[in-house]
């Protein structure tokens, strides 16, 4: 079993914990989910979000777990000390799904719930999906867990009552979701996510490190610290705030020396 050297004084210093999206650990590596869940801790990640089949759907993208799944994994993962505090919900109906997402709650202390915007992205869309999702987060409220919604890169770009269609969703839903800031998919998007993310300080619950050489033009991100998103500005702000900070990176080349590097640069910027 991997041990820990609590001699190091990063480690020592930081005492932080930094957590991995594992949409592309399971989409892009040939290797069983077990032995991945072992090779991410042992590169010392504390703890992960997956991605779960909710309301009845299904799939066959290796990414997406099923619930069975995840409860099986979830003994390895609780074994090894790897622990699960986010998921991100795959689903057609988020209100079809909200009895599951309360349940991952009760049973595995899951505390925040992750989605996407609408696939149309106009205001009745928007305000269509807000009452779906404010519904939902006022069930998952009684249970102490909340609703976040994940970005990608149309989601900064199209602009809907002066302020990206991102933001106008959450203010639709008057407070009862939140973000989960996903810093390339924002830069993607023409936003400078350090701005965006300043300014909407109050409202971002999660952080998603993704970094691109350039936005927008090419879509194949690196590890963190490699391209040109100003990552150590968003720690300092993340660490001020206290929110979940997790690597999310889609494109893999190795990923046990992508990994590390992702994580080294966090623990050395988080000083």
């Not at 991945?36 to 010392?44: D, F, N, P, S, V």
């Not at 990640?45 to 099986?72: A, R």
């Not at 989601?155 to 810093?183: M, N, P, S, Y």
């Not at 990923?255 to 910027?269: G, T």
């Amino acid at each position: 079993m991997h041990r820990f050297n609590k001699t190091n004084t990063n480690y020592q210093k930081t005492k932080m914990k930094i957590g991995l999206n594992l949409y592309g650990p399971c989409s892009k590596q040939a290797m069983k989910e077990e032995d991945l869940l072992i090779a991410i801790r042992a590169l010392e990640i504390d703890y992960v979000e997956p991605c779960i089949l909710l309301g009845g759907l299904t799939h066959n993208n290796p990414s997406f777990w099923t619930m069975m799944k995840f409860q099986h994994l979830y003994k390895l993962m609780k074994s090894i000390g790897l622990g699960v505090q986010s998921i991100h919900v795959v689903t057609e109906s988020i209100e079809k799904s909200v009895d599951e997402m309360i349940t991952l709650t009760n049973e595995y202390g899951i505390k925040q719930f992750v989605v996407g915007m609408p696939s149309q992205l106009n205001e009745t869309s928007l305000q269509e999906r807000a009452k779906e999702l404010s519904d939902a987060a006022e069930k998952l409220q009684s249970c102490g867990s909340r609703l976040l919604i994940h970005n990608n890169q149309p989601d900064t770009a199209v602009k809907i009552k002066g302020v990206t269609a991102l933001e106008r969703l959450v203010d639709l839903c008057d407070g009862k979701v939140g973000f989960q800031l996903d810093l390339g998919w924002c830069a993607a998007g023409g936003e400078d996510p350090i701005a965006f993310f300043t300014r909407n300080e109050s409202r971002v619950e999660s952080l998603h490190f993704k970094d691109f050489v350039k936005p927008g033009v090419s879509n194949t991100d690196v590890p963190i610290g490699l391209g040109s998103i100003d990552t150590a500005s968003a720690i300092k702000i993340a660490k001020k705030l206290g929110i979940p900070m997790l690597i999310d990176q889609d494109s893999y080349k190795d990923i046990r020396v992508d990994l590390n590097e992702s994580r080294q640069f966090i623990i050395i910027h988080n000083a």
